[in-house]
């Protein structure tokens, strides 16, 4: 008998069949526990393959082999610890979709995470605040010229921080998004500022401003990354974003087809016949 499974679990079965050798593959996947950790949902999935047994837990999905923990809670417990590890060291990564866009900017503020890192006394916090302040001002150079800013009356000076990221969320954002992205911008320049020249700089004052250093950026690396790629798609039943896609080979007809589904409501789009195989 065959268990049908959900968008979930296709997505598990998915990522393992990926990260096993092709003779190891999945037969079954059960979600077993859904635990919210400060703030974060965790699920927890029992897969079978044919020569092995694995833990899948999400946000962000990693597995764990049974033999190494026979408990879905040491499963659970290891990945929390080693999620807290990753995003300490994720600090200086950045999703690459959005990389692109602020390229220039994380390159310098890179640089400020590595001068905290090795910082001891007050004018070296003092300078983790000059080299944030110069990420800022590389982020609105990058983008002066880009087709979405449009003609500007009357252009801020090169180096103006301020006036070009306001014209900036004023051609990326509207209403309550907008007044949130202008009070960032100023927020944040002046934490920086402020920090380069505060004498008694500690470092939690350092952490901080990094850290809204950083929010500022790839606030921007988005809203850039939405302007030229577009809202994503919405179901059309239920209207949900959760839309995946489904790839599958119709051996009779000689193709790939892809199809879209929701995860919200279980919604599918025709299959649509992708590629076509040219027999020698």
Known sequence: MTVEMGPAERAVRDYVNLESPQEDQVTLVQKVQSKRIQGRVHDVFDVHCTETRWWVITEPMNLYLQNDFPNAQQALIFHIGLGDFLAE?????????????ISAAWRRFRDALETMNSASESEDFQSVGIKCRDSLIAL?????????????????????????????????????????????????????????????????????????TSHLI??????????????????PRCESYRLHNELKHDVDANTYQESDVCAGCGWRSDWVAVHEFISE
């Open 218 to 235: 790839t606030t921007f690396g988005k809203l850039i990354h939405r302007q030229e790629m577009g809202s994503p798609s919405r179901c």
């Open 89 to 101: 060291r994720s600090r200086m990564e950045i999703d690459g979709e959005h990389e692109k866009h």
């Open 140 to 212: 609105v150079k990058a983008h002066q010229a880009d087709p979405w800013v449009g003609e500007v009356a009357e252009p801020p000076k090169v180096a103006d921080f301020k006036g070009w990221a306001n014209i900036f969320a004023d051609r990326l954002t509207e209403d309550r998004l907008r007044s949130y992205v202008k009070a960032l911008v100023d927020r944040t320049w002046d934490l920086t500022v402020w920090l380069q020249h505060y004498s008694n700089a500690t470092p939690m004052e350092a952490d901080l401003v990094l850290e809204a």
